[in-house]
């Protein structure tokens, strides 16, 4: 039998020039599992989406059961038994699970009538083996749940070939395996399935086959059972291993930072951190590991001076801090890499000059009399800054727009590292960023460490906190669930805890 | 290049703006080309011409800075229109009812002009500032009881003793000076340029201008940076309004020959609304809001010309206007003139 | 569920407040069925305005150039009228335009990827020039035009005293839209499209359609109450005709959180402010002792009043104002 789906010499350009898809061949047979694997950027999302038809190819042709097709949107693709799962989510967060389940194919043309259609999406629920509460809207719901529906949605419509783009990221271990059990089940029922993602054991564990991606071209092609995780990195990234930052061993100093029942209050107005106590000593990296959304960002933004305290206390060198603001975090020794740099760190528009004292902008240091920013000053201190932190940037004036990510954040870190600060608080530091960036950042956080300062590092990628830090802490629903020295932990039981188990003989 | 690309994405728009102006003028049965060319040489044809056209251009760059200041702090902040009226009252109060030494009452009017411009500013910024209220619900609102206002005390308090269809004049003593025998440009243009190169100065030059611009462009980056947003937007209304009171003022102690407000506020209304579509062409920058300034002010004074050689009504130009701010809405239309540009 | 009841209740209280002070002018010379009358013509396009722009919104699109659409066919719905000696095809010539200028603003938000305000504010400020225009194009004379009288679309006379049909139609349009958005799967989907467009790209409906309809129904409603502003009720049109009534209809939008029918009972307690403020203008006895002036600033403070007491937390679609592309 041939493959269900072909597609061939896919090329796609964007838009604005960026090269996404240089060539790419792909196919998919009945009841099997293939694993898309690359690095960020590869092309994987941009490949699928064209098959799931959301974006049209620049060039190049899909056959379906050997007849080549055309999708000119998402529904002609559905029509054709093709659904995708994205990792963004497309659910309308104030619907409920069944409205978004029946969102465009409601069963009549005027009037929402939602009961007739509860039945069917019931029994095919019921046939998947999948359990959903129906009538919750989903921004109550739990990401694992809200996934669940995702998948629901599309296979509501008749799908036959489910494209799951990086279903694991946001899922606790424990979901994910009952993810996979979810679709080895749906294999056997015949579905053919695509799983793009980036880690390694995940698609060694799932898939029949690896397509390996990069720099939008298809560098290797293999039958799980063949495959070995060094050869696959090697296609992914192109050099043979990525070198593992070395540390130097040294005992931790005095504590920097004391934390003591600490409480803080989220958007939604409730706890989000919930009583947690620990301290990052002098030359030592703390890790936080966690799903995202269990109280990091918020315990973040709390030692960071943007969120006031609820409850309990934080000392710095010993002494008590009061109520913070960002300034004043600044002047007591704290640096902070916030989570987002779009979101917190920068401004795209200003010029890199702008962004490289922002946070900083009070400083005396960058001003002349009557509030005049000293521009000579300025400019001197950012071109020292881009130097120091191998920012590569079209010039000190040029809008931080017109840098790469992994420069944007590298401004971003080297303008935190450099304000000499005793404790460095590093919250997701090299998301989404390239290889050769994150290893960079890693390093610098490294260095930091053993120069001697305190760094608490906050990351939902755990093997960037198994690799960086002396001391992890793993944070479930705005708690500590395991503090201890990073030996002291295996990664399965990192993971039980990053779902909320606490294994055994591992009390607080 | 860089810097030139929003020069030229102005005068696409200002282009594309006339050509769809001329396009209203044809049902009509105008004459475009010949209303356009009655236009251009009545704006500039004479040294004369370009002194009104500059005289037209003078408030012009002031509510654009009203509107550009706002924008940069992340504000449509639309009140420069009441703002000004009120502004042209305390000048007209200042400048007619109190006596004082010349030069002094110069400075008295024009300042007491631009406090009433940023105090009607004050409310809708508090609003924005403690409640959240949109400013362009609050500034139009505003807009329109301050144009009941000022026609209100315009008429009750300040009128011209047996002419009631305007307010007293401005004593000689609060005069800007002429700056040509016969024309209606005085010297107030150069307060008006200071004023324009002094709030360049400050968005680019100084912390409050950086603190104002990061709240604009990323209001959570300029938390982060420990910047008092609320500070900031009421910063940016306060010079806003002081902006718009000058406009006021410049109508008043500033123009001859009336001197004076007009009782329907005929001398003054819609120049806050047009200061819109000035600071758009002019990018939002103070600079910018000049040149754009002049070239509405062009449109302005040729646009009495077009009335008179081609019979379109004057107004058209404030169609154009609104049909140049339009075009800048649009930014796939410059992907597309990039791209034809670039093939 | 309790902000719309919270709001209803605000509503109430307001509409009481302006009761008791009618009844206080009643003391002084006013007849409360004239005030009401006056209530509900000024009512009238407001309400039309604001809920088709409630409809937009929740689609996502945000259209503040209503106050444009409310002068532009204010003039061309006289025009039509004359043209056919009828006032109701001005109200339709008026509808025709008013959804043109909306399908135009929504081409350019959804093809165009306009920003939405600057884009509203431009059709504003083309308006404030484009009617004065238009008037002296069409009639030769500067700034205002007055109809013969048998043009104007007659009103009902009832007990409540005489209401324009357009009126009834205003409130009929709010609830149709009220069950539009909430009972019908073309509803289901302009909230769904609002929210998170993505869901409704990848169900396979076409997010640009959607937005589009609500582009050109919130523009036709506006059309209806620009043209009904002379043909219904001031019997002549002056190129402020709107006087900033399509930005009061967007107060009332945004109180309303975007509900149609709370934005009507918005609607309704504004028009009884424009209503006090026209009674007091023309009572004998009264105008005399408060300046004009001041009576017409009420429906603005009011206004003003109204948003800042009950604004709240109220959510809005999380893509309002922005353009949807699939990346």
Not at chain 1, 285 to 296: D, R, Y
Not at chain 2, 245 to 265: E, F, K, N, V
Request: with cysteine.
């Amino acid at each position: 039998m041939g493959p269900r789906i072909e597609m061939r010499g896919i090329h796609k350009v964007y838009p604005d020039g960026t090269v996404a898809l240089r060539g790419v061949d792909f196919r998919l047979g009945p009841g099997e599992i293939v694993g898309l694997l690359g690095e960020n950027g590869a092309g994987k999302t941009t490949l699928m989406k064209i098959l799931s038809g959301l974006l049209q190819p620049t060039r190049g042709e899909i056959r379906i059961d050997g007849r080549p097709v055309r999708f000119r949107n998402p529904a002609d693709a559905l029509r054709a038994g093709i659904g995708m799962v994205h990792q963004i989510f497309t659910l309308v967060p104030p619907y409920t699970a069944l409205e978004n389940i029946i969102l465009g194919q409601e069963g009549s043309n005027l009037w929402l009538v939602k009961d007739r259609a509860r039945d069917q999406v019931q029994r095919l629920l019921e046939e998947v083996g999948l359990s959903i509460p129906l009538d919750t809207p989903m921004e109550l719901l739990p990401i694992g749940v809200q996934q669940r529906v995702e998948i629901a949605k599309v296979l509501y419509r008749g799908t036959q070939t489910l494209i799951l783009d990086e279903p694991t990221s946001a899922l606790t271990p424990l979901e994910v395996d009952e993810l996979f059990r979810f679709l080895r089940r749906l294999k056997e029922g015949g579905r053919s399935i695509v799983f793009i993602t980036h880690k390694l054991r995940e698609v060694l564990e799932i898939s029949d086959r690896i397509v390996v991606l990069r720099n939008g071209r298809v560098t290797g092609e293999i039958s799980t059972r063949e495959a070995t995780p060094e050869l696959l990195a090697e296609w992914m990234v192109g050099r043979a291993v990525v070198p593992r930052v070395s540390r130097s061993p040294h005992p931790p100093g005095e504590p920097v930072l004391i934390v003591r029942d600490l409480e803080v209050i989220g958007d939604l107005g409730l706890p989000a951190v919930k009583g947690v106590s620990f301290e990052v000593r002098a030359g030592e990296i703390f890790g936080i590991a966690g799903v995202e959304g269990n109280g990091q960002s918020e315990l973040a933004q709390a030692l960071g001076g943007l969120r006031p305290i609820h409850r309990g206390e934080i000392l710095l060198d010993g002494k008590p801090l009061p109520a913070l603001t960002p300034i004043e975090a600044y002047r007591r020794g704290i640096a902070h890499i916030p989570e987002d740099r779009l979101r917190f760190g920068m401004a795209l528009n200003f010029e890199v000059a702008e962004n490289s004292i922002l946070s900083r902008q009070w400083e005396p240091t960058f001003l002349r009399g009557w509030g005049r920013l000293d521009w000579p000053r300025i400019l001197a201190f950012t071109a020292a800054l881009l130097q120091r932190f191998q920012v590569i940037a079209p010039g000190v004036r040029a809008p931080a727009r017109s840098l790469s990510g992994g420069n944007q954040q590298k401004l971003v870190v080297g303008r935190e590292l450099a304000k000499e600060p005793r404790l460095i608080l590093a919250v997701h530091p090299t998301r989404g960023l390239d290889v050769a960036s994150t290893a960079y950042i890693r390093e610098l956080l490294v260095q930091m460490r053993d120069a001697g300062k305190a760094v608490l590092l906050i990351s939902a990628d755990l093997d960037e906190v198994l690799e960086l830090s002396d001391r992890i802490a793993v944070m479930y629903e705005g708690k500590f669930l395991g503090v201890g020295p990073v030996e002291a932990f295996t990664r399965e039981e990192i993971g039980l805890m990053m779902g909320g188990i606490v294994p055994q003989g591992r009390a607080v | 290049m860089r810097r030139a690309r929003p020069l030229l994405e102005s005068l696409v728009a200002v282009g594309i703006g006339l050509i769809a102006g001329g396009a209203l003028m044809l049902p009509f049965r105008y004459h475009p080309l010949k209303a356009y060319q009655a236009l251009f040489q009545g704006a500039f044809g004479t040294p004369h011409d370009v002194m009104e056209t500059l005289a037209f251009a003078t408030p012009l760059m002031l509510t654009a800075v009203t509107f550009a200041v706002g924008v940069r702090a992340g504000l449509f902040n639309i009140g420069a229109e009441g703002q000004m009226y009120i502004g042209a009252i305390g000048a007209v109060f200042a400048a007619s009812l109190l006596p004082l030494p010349p030069g002094l009452h110069i400075l008295v009017a024009t300042l007491v002009a631009m406090i009433c411009g940023a105090l009607w500013s004050l409310v809708p910024a508090l609003l924005k500032i403690w409640r959240g209220v949109h400013e362009v619900i609050s500034t139009i609102m505003f807009n329109w009881i301050a144009f009941h206002l000022a026609t209100y005390l315009a008429i009750y308090y300040l009128a011209e003793p047996g002419r009631a269809e305007r307010t007293r004049p401005a004593l000689p003593t609060a005069r800007y000076p002429i700056l040509a025998e016969g024309s209606t440009l005085t010297a107030v243009i150069f307060v008006a340029i200071l004023f324009c190169l002094a709030v360049y100065f400050l968005l680019w030059g100084t912390r409050m201008g950086y603190e104002m611009r990061l709240v604009g462009e990323n209001p959570e980056a300029a938390r982060y940076a420990g910047v008092q947003i609320g500070q900031a937007l009421l910063w940016s209304f306060l010079i806003g309004g002081m902006a718009a009171g000058l406009a006021g003022a410049s109508q008043i102690i500033g123009r001859p020959p009336a001197w004076s407000l007009y009782a329907t506020l005929g001398n003054v209304a819609t120049l806050g609304f047009d200061g819109i579509g000035v600071a758009l062409v002019g990018r939002n920058h103070p600079l910018g809001g000049i040149l754009a300034a002049i070239l509405f002010g062009a449109l302005q004074h040729g646009g009495r010309f077009m009335e008179y050689h081609a019979g379109v009504v004057s107004e058209l130009v404030r169609a154009v206007n609104g049909l140049i701010v339009i075009t800048l809405a649009i930014p796939e239309l410059w992907t597309l003139v990039r791209r034809r540009l670039t093939l | 569920m309790s902000g719309f009841l919270s709001r209803l209740g605000w509503i109430v209280l307001a509409i009481l407040g302006l009761g008791l002070l009618a009844y206080g002018l009643d003391q002084v010379g006013l007849e409360p069925i004239s005030l009401l009358e006056a209530g509900l013509l000024a009512m009238t396009p407001l309400a039309l305005a604001a809920v088709g722009e409630c409809v937009n919104e929740k689609a996502g699109v945000v259209n503040i150039g209503l106050e444009g659409i409310l002068l532009i066919t204010a003039v061309v719905g006289v025009w039509v009228a004359e043209q056919f000696g009828s006032g109701i095809a001005g109200l339709i010539g008026g509808m025709v335009v008013g959804a043109l200028i909306g399908l135009v603003l929504g081409l350019l938000a959804v093809y165009g990827r306009a920003d939405q305000i600057i884009a509203g504010m431009g059709l504003n400020l083309f308006a404030l020039g484009f009617t004065p225009y238009l008037l002296m194009s069409l009639w030769a004379f500067p700034g205002i035009h007055i109809f013969p009288r048998e043009l104007m679309v007659p009103r009902w006379i009832t007990p409540l005293g005489q209401i324009s049909p357009v009126t009834l139609a205003a409130i009929l349009l709010a609830f149709l839209a009220h069950i539009l958005l909430h009972h019908t799967v073309l509803g289901f989907r302009i909230r769904a499209v609002g929210e998170k467009p993505e869901a409704v790209d990848v169900a396979g409906v076409r997010v640009d359609g959607l937005r589009l309809f609500t582009s050109v129904l919130g523009g036709a409603l506006c059309g209806l109450g620009g043209a009904f502003m002379p043909l219904a009720w001031f019997g002549g049109v002056v190129k402020e005709i709107s006087a900033g009534r399509g930005f009061i209809a967007l107060a009332c939008v945004v109180f309303a959180g975007l509900e149609p029918l709370l934005a009507l009972a918005a609607a309704f307690l504004f028009g009884l402010t424009e209503g006090i403020a026209y009674a007091v203008a023309i009572t004998p006895g009264v105008k005399e002792r408060i300046p004009f002036y001041f009576v017409n600033m009420l429906p603005y403070v009011v206004t003003l009043l109204v948003v800042t007491l009950v604004i709240g937390r109220r959510r809005f679609p999380r893509t309002i104002g922005r353009p949807y592309t699939r990346e």
